[in-house]
């Protein structure tokens, strides 16, 4: 599929989005801080529906315009719903993982018109945890380790604590584990603080807070997925809370948070099996 590439402003940004035809239904599939380019095999299992993908505030092709250095899904969500109306034929279906997931929760809590289904990918809410105390304590260690340090030893933290298995425990941040040279990173800190996950969204987009009655009563079905290899993570494991806050069950995804990829930044999970999950969900409706 050819993708259309279109840009538009909003708020404090200029974000571009990709347009594939298709006779079907519109299906954004969206993530962050992971941009368009994480999409292109899980797109290619859709060849019936209009795809669109984007890159978010800050990322890639889409520029920050109003001098912030932060973001949160408020506006990540803004930016979407423009999306959506310069797109049209809506109400649109969507696919949103991780960061992306967060976002598009505040989408529908603030446009369910404009969402017919949303699959939630694990969505990485510290607060639909029962750890949630120490683990929002770990996630703020982590940005401080940053303004402090610099990407590398803040970026393996973080790696750390994503496959982190169970509740994490008070303190997490001092435990002894691997070095940013285990990684193929450098502890050297180059001075710069314009990191898109750890300097602009990793603290908005896991404190975001779901506005649970309000997504109850939207208009929006939503779905929270988690993966079946992911158990005990974080991310899975805030996606069964927030499954929990909607009063609905989690659904079982092949693979793991990152199962749709299919050697997209080196990752590969069983796009395939994800993506036939995915469309027997929202064929579900």
Known sequence: MTAET????????EITYDVRPGDGPVLLLIGSPMD????VTLASHFPDRKIVTYDPRGVSRSKLTGGQTTSTPEQHGDDLSRVIDAVGGGPVD??????????ALALVTAHPEQ?????AHEPPVVAAVPDHANASAAVHAISDLYQKSGSGPAMVKFISIV?????????????????????????????????????????????????FARLREGSTRIVVGVGEESKGELAHRAGLGVAA????????FPSGHAGFLGGEFGQQGDPDNFAAKLREVL???
């Open 6 to 13: 279109h840009t538009l402003t909003t708020d404090g940004a």
């Open 163 to 211: 496959g982190h298995q169970g509740e994490i425990p008070a303190g997490w941040i001092d435990q002894p584990g691997p070095s940013p040279e285990d990684f193929g990173m450098s502890s050297d800190d180059d001075g710069s603080r314009d990191d898109i996950l750890l300097g602009q969204n990793l603290v908005s987009c896991t404190h975001y807070a779901p506005d």
């Open 115 to 119: 969402v017919s289904t949303l699959v």
């Open 36 to 39: 368009a380019s994480g999409f």
């Open 245 to 252: 806050g909607l009063g609905i069950e989690a659904t079982p």
């Open 283 to 285: 064929d579900e409706r």
């Open 94 to 103: 969507v696919f949103a993982s991780s960061g992306g997931a967060v976002n």
